[in-house]
């Protein structure tokens, strides 16, 4: 285990994704937890995040000093670089030299740390103190043009720092010398792999349920409750039942996909709610965004209810266990820890005990989303499944702009797959993040096919890259598959005469269009 100490910048769960990635679990605490309850948890390591403020800034956030003598590893990256050179009796200087974004690194001599990486290489910084001298017994390992100490260690005491943020993209080698602190310096064995994780998590979660009732678990068609359920089926088998609600509103193929592929490939016990028309009938004459939101989220709650209580009804047990595809970045930010969560939901079910309660059961609680993926692939979950796109909850209900019907569904669902298709063909899927086709149906334009005029709707394609679609840019995709995306549609689907390509960030757009 390696612990990051998060100092409140956004960078914390980008090294705890790198430390995985070398292969060496880690987890996130807040600078706030004391030091002996970190050395509690016996980790291999601790690494120091970078974080927003000067080490000068009254109130910044700082760390118990005795960090640094406990004898366990520490590295210091940016802001913990800083925290380290002070806490050992180095010098920080507010210098008034900043330095923000790509920066050339002058690597003076490698050490251990910095072993392999050129003599100049390019990082990424982003601070406005600099560290002016190492403290006693450390090394100095490189400089830039305003940095006199960009990096140094003390491979004795198990000390090591950067001033550059090796976790980003945009940093040379940032892997390599990650990896290095690892090895070389903290003597981490590289042993966390997808099958440990799923030999860990099948054990768990027997000893959580054990004997004591039977569990839930909705599906969506995506990747995390597909996991999620995968990994409960092979610890409880039939004592777990997962529930899919064909509201109507998902892709070509997708409900068949659940029902056929994932029950073929996981042998869960799975009850299929067709609920279309309750769907539809809900949504009839509705054109408002939020408005087309809340009727299927209040749908979808009493569908799944109603399956629940059915489920539940024909057995006496008083516990049930409710199977949630909740993700570590999801943990962080709600300020939990990584452990079995012991939240219990009170649920409201028509036909049941008042008294029944819900306890969840999480077993991606300490993963993060690329993991989940490898333990999906691990599990044998049809690629289909595992390396499909975000597709919101609404499904197609928002991505026809008007009232959404049965014919206008069909429309879009086979355009979408058109889309998808030549997507996959030429090899793109997992460049781009999410590649909504979205349906203008209340706007006709004239077109030609043959010789006939027609009057059909316009369709948008709307690809975009992202990292977690809080910001996004429109995807770059080649002319060629553009157009042939194009030509198929406007010849295969009957209805569409126009194919049109949003190319609008986020912001100022959003992904979806409603
Ligand atoms: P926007 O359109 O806000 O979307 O840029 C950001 C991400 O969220 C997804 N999304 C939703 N997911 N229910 C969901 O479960 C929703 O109502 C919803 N609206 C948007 C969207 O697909 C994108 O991944």
Known sequence: LVLVVDFGAQYAQLIARRVREARVYSEIVPHTTPVSEMLARNPKAIILSGGPSSVYDEGAPSIDQGIFTTGTPVFGMCYGFQLMARGLGGEVAHTGAREYGRTSVTVGSQGTLLADV??????????????????????????????????????????????WHPEVLHTEHGQKVLE????????????????????????????????????ICGLSGGVDSAVAAAIVQRAIGDRLTCVYVDHGLMRKGETEQVERDFVAATG?????????????DALAGVTDPEQKRKIIGREFIRVFEAAEAEILGEVDDKVAFLVQGTLYPDVVESGGGAGTSNIKSHHNVGGLPDDLEFELVEPLRTLFKDEVRLVGEQLGLPAEIVWRHPFPGPGLGIRIIGEVTRERLDILREADAIAREELTHAGLDRDIWQFPVVLLADVRSVGVQGDHRTYGHPVVLRPVTSEDAMTADWARVPYDVLERISTRITNEVREVNRVTVDITSKPPGTIEWE
């Open 180 to 215: 290095h602190f690892l090895v070389n310096i903290a003597h981490c064995r590289q042993t966390w792999t997808m099958v440990n994780i799923v030999e860990e998590q099948i054990e768990s979660i027997r000893e959580q349920i054990g004997d004591r009732g039977r569990a």
């Open 118 to 163: 050129p003599a100049q290489h390019t990082v990424w910084m982003s601070h406005g103190d600099s560290v002016t001298a190492a403290p006693a017994g450390f090394d100095v390992l490189a400089s830039t043009a305003v940095t006199p100490v960009a990096a140094f260690e003390d491979v004795e005491r198990g000390l090591a720092g950067v001033q």
């Open 268 to 280: 869960v016990d799975l009850k299929v709610v067709d609920a279309e028309k309750q769907f539809l």
